[in-house]
């Protein structure tokens, strides 16, 4: 399947609460260092890159969002295959909610094993 980098801003209440509505904020699992690092005024943007198919990288991705979501607004920015851009434009003008969600992720391409993908089982 050949890939092609899409931009989808998704804000992180519509990808890690049960509701896009944040009363009291979601539970993030701390990430040490981070704390001191979204601390700094002139902090603007956080790149990161990862390999393929991993269990540790997305979950951390996702704890780093949460815990930033605290303090001020989260741009996620995710690279997705063209053939589910569709779906994504269908997601984006959805209200996120759980059945948003499942429309979203039932293609091949949130379901399969990458070829790359770890063997160890998350802590």
């Not at 992180?12 to 993030?28: K, Y």
């Not at 997705?80 to 996120?96: E, K, R």
């Amino acid at each position: 399947m050949r890939l092609c980098t899409i931009v989808a801003a998704i804000t992180l209440a519509a990808l890690s609460c049960p509701s896009t509505t944040l009363a009291a904020g979601p539970q993030c699992a701390p990430v040490s260092g981070l704390s001191e690092a979204i601390a700094k005024p002139d902090l603007r943007h956080m790149v990161f890159g990862e390999v393929h198919g991993t269990v540790q990288t997305p979950a951390l991705i996702g704890d780093v969002a949460c815990q930033i979501s605290q303090a001020r607004p989260v741009v996620l920015v995710l690279e997705l295959p063209v053939q589910i851009q569709n779906d994504v434009n269908d997601w984006m003008g959805s209200d996120g909610g759980l059945s948003a969600r499942a429309a979203l992720t039932v293609s091949r391409f949130w379901t399969q094993r990458s070829r790359m993908a770890d063997q160890a089982k998350p802590s």
